[in-house]
């Protein structure tokens, strides 16, 4: 049953988590989005507030629980 748990823990990943890459961001499980425009995304979670500045910042994927924000990332701050 521990293999069963760990592959549906993998599947249904249910902990908030940011993935960063060249000019990309992935927020995944996330509650809500305060802000969005060209140069700045607030994104709400379980613990606070992530917000992302930069430019030309735009959504790339959006799903129930997955954003995807492209452009050029200049700052990600956790409040």
Do not use: P
């Amino acid at each position: 049953m521990k293999l069963f748990d760990e592959v549906r823990s993998f599947i249904l990943e249910s902990e908030f988590s940011i993935h960063i890459y060249s000019n990309k961001v992935s927020v995944v499980n996330y509650e809500s989005i305060g802000h969005f425009d060209s140069k700045k995304v607030s994104i709400y979670y379980d613990k606070g507030e992530v917000a992302i500045h930069g430019e030309q910042l735009v959504v790339s994927k959006l799903m129930q629980e997955e954003i995807l924000i492209s452009g050029v990332i200049k700052t990600i701050e956790f409040r």
